[in-house]
């Protein structure tokens, strides 16, 4: 089996892993995990040889874009002192912990050594988090802030990453030109995004073709990232900054072709890559154990200390963090989403999991030194690193599920009831608005507008059902049905038409353009 057949093998099972993980009840990201590290004990499956430079920026940028799909500027700024404490300041307790014990319990292992280990095992997975929590029908404060989390920790830990490498191989080290690293590498990184998310809103205007637009949006992200590093800035930080401005600047009520084909485009993406991803952190287990060479046993051990003060330390951190939080939240009234409960802390503290980009910094350790030497403990500290990744993504993303359903916690169903009862009233009542401005102006039969009255309180009752009295629930029910009725003819007549069409491309003398644009008329009309 040679890299490209590895490839098409990863990419199947992404596909697979989903509704597979959907009837087991497990994450799909997990079970790609797994079936990765079943390949790599296969004889036949060649090791992987991917650049280590290259596992940030092909991986990282898709992913992190998709993941600001699913959230808003607004509610970072809502969130923003539960993020900071988990991902600011959990991520440098955690990097100062494990350096601490990696420094006393490896032999011959530097401080530097062990701070890098301790970046590189400390921010948890915003893949992971988001695609685990996001299946197990949580709270949605809880996926916000475990979102907010995995998006902002690996700024904070990259950079500190790097600097800590470059103590390692200059042999030198500076707290202020640190500090200074860490602020310089935020402002190039949100000014980069910034103003690549205006030319990009400029660009999208212009180009106006939904397939454009797509295209477009899947090479924001490299971009992004790529400009960014260049810059000596966080390329992490600067596709996060580009994507919340798109996200906040060029939401077009009305192109709902585009947003459909986009967030398709967008969910293939998501899946496609979430599963390489994790499929390749099974297969590195070629090198993790090539790395442990005759002292794996010991080197076990090591590992389990660190997996423990990782686990424990965001325990630790979290009771008194989620305890200050809500003290400031009853002080201050913010307007934030916070754990309510010991339950909800809890399942916080069993989804930090490691995953892609713990792998990636763990394979971009430099080999040697500037002055010509090996770079001191890689190979434990590459071992260290995917123990902690294998434990905690496997272990804890298996027994996740279990816990949720074990503590109860689950997302409060009457809230969002609420929520979509009040955007229908505000949509019905912004349909019948818009129908009495242009009553105003055009002069509508009767009928017509009796039917399109009809049809401004249709669209909330569609969205919630609640919004109509016990009383018209039984004439609203019937009405419906017979509207469900009528859709359903008019699907099969669209269908026979299609049909008709599609058959037509085999026929001598057809034009298939010709045949696909009426094809694609059918289409849109369908949807509508």
Do not use: C
């Not at 991803?277 to 076990?300: D, P, R, T, V």
């Not at 009725?485 to 699907?491: A, G, H, L």
Request: aromatic share 6%.
């Amino acid at each position: 089996m040679d890299q490209l057949a590895l490839l098409l093998v990863l990419l199947l099972g992404a596909v697979v892993t989903v509704p597979l993980g959907e009837r087991l009840g497990l994450p799909s990201p997990v079970l790609m995990t797994l079936a990765g590290i079943v390949l790599a004990l296969l004889p036949f499956v060649p090791n992987v040889q991917v650049p280590p430079d290259f596992i940030l920026p092909l991986l990282l940028p898709p992913l992190l874009y998709a993941a600001v799909q699913r959230t808003s500027w607004r509610q970072f700024a809502a969130n923003v002192r539960p993020i900071l404490l988990l991902a600011v300041a959990l991520v440098f307790v955690t990097m100062a912990a494990v350096a601490a014990v990696a420094n006393s319990i490896v032999p011959g292992l530097p401080i530097a050594a062990a701070v890098a280990l301790g970046a590189l095992v400390a921010p948890p997975d915003p893949v992971a988090a988001t695609a685990v929590a996001g299946s197990l029908g949580l709270p949605r404060r809880l996926v916000s802030i475990l979102e907010g989390e995995g998006l902002f920790n690996d700024v904070t830990a990259i950079v500190l990453y790097h600097v800590a490498i470059a103590a390692v191989v200059s042999g030198t080290f500076s707290w202020p030109n640190a500090v200074g690293s860490l602020v310089l590498s935020a402002v190039v990184a949100v000014a980069m995004g910034l103003a690549l998310g205006w030319i990009s809103n400029k660009l999208m205007s212009v180009l106006g073709d939904a397939t454009l637009q797509i295209g477009l949006s899947l090479l924001v992200p490299f971009v992004s990232y790529v400009l960014a590093e260049e810059l000596h800035g966080s390329g992490v930080l600067a596709v996060l900054t580009t994507a919340l401005f798109l996200a906040t600047h060029t939401a077009d009520a009305d192109d709902v072709m585009g947003r459909l084909a986009g967030n398709s485009f967008w969910q293939i993406v998501d899946t496609l890559v979430t599963g390489v991803a994790f499929g390749l952190i099974g297969l590195e287990l070629h090198n993790a154990f090539g790395a442990a060479g005759g002292h794996a046993y010991e080197m076990l051990g090591w590992g389990a200390a660190v997996i423990g003060v990782v686990v424990f330390v965001r325990l630790l951190w979290l009771l008194p963090a989620t305890w200050l939080a809500k003290r400031m939240h009853k002080l201050r009234d913010y307007d934030e989403e916070i754990p309510t409960s010991w339950r909800e802390t809890v399942v916080m503290w069993w989804a930090g999991m490691r995953g892609v980009a713990s792998v990636a910094l763990a394979l971009a350790i430099p080999l040697k030194t500037d002055s010509g030497e090996p770079f001191p403990g890689r190979e434990e500290i590459i071992f260290i690193a995917f123990a902690v990744i294998i434990a905690t993504l496997v272990i804890q993303g298996l027994t996740l599920p279990w816990l949720v359903r074990k503590l109860g916690v689950r997302a409060d169903t009457d809230a969002e009831r609420e929520l979509e009862h009040s955007l229908a009233i505000r949509a019905a009542k912004a349909a019948k608005r818009r129908l009495r401005e242009i009553e105003d102006v055009e002069d509508l039969p009767e009928e017509i507008s009796e039917r399109l009255q009809r049809g401004a309180g249709d669209i909330g009752v569609r969205i919630s059902p609640d919004l109509i009295d016990d009383e018209r629930r039984e004439w609203v029910t019937k009405r419906v049905e017979r509207i469900k009725t009528v859709q359903r003819i008019q699907r099969e007549m669209m269908s026979a038409a299609r049909h008709e069409v599609l058959s037509a491309r085999n026929e001598p003398g057809s034009d298939p353009e010709i045949v696909d644009r009426v094809l694609r008329h059918l289409d849109v009309r369908s949807m509508r």
